[in-house]
């Protein structure tokens, strides 16, 4: 079992069958929007990594085979400033073996004024092979949090209902 880094996995003599599970690195998910006076919407979440999983004999992975971890994106950078939409996160990498390869998951989107961002895709490998893949969701529309009867007359009557803030991808 393999869960970081890179180098060459080179199979037991005594080995008669094989099976292999490749998952890509997932994607970062994007950061939500930032506003003082209306919704925020929150980034969305990056997809997972594709999944690659074969079997078979060992006469097949003979010798050494070079493998690589696939990593996590990064999420999208935060918002410090009013009136910014989101940022993207970035893309998983792929996880391979030999020739095999898992791809990495796409990013979410960033949030913008009062959407949430798209999530992220995932590619199928295309290997012959049993694959799969995750779909990262949308993130949900912000709220307005502050001192008013509304956000457009926030400060105005005293009421206080709730700083902006943005939904969550998943």
Known sequence: ?????????????????????????????????KSSSTSSGGGGGGAGGS???VK???TVFGGGL???VGG???????????????SIGTGGTPTTLGSLSAAGGLPGAAGTGGTGGAGGTTTISQENVVASAAL???GAAGSFTGIGSSAASAGTSGIPFSVPT???GG
């Open 56 to 58: 078979g004999s060992s």
């Open 72 to 86: 996590g994106g990064g999420g999208g950078s935060s918002q410090t400033v009013n009136g910014q939409n989101g």
């Open 51 to 53: 999944t690659v999983h």
């Open 1 to 33: 079992t393999y869960t970081s880094g890179s180098g060459t996995w080179t199979i037991n003599a005594s080995t008669i069958w094989v099976e292999v599970f490749l998952y890509g690195g997932g994607g970062g998910g994007g950061s939500g929007a």
């Open 166 to 168: 943005g939904g969550g």
């Open 66 to 68: 070079a493998y690589v």
């Open 136 to 138: 990262g969701l949308p």
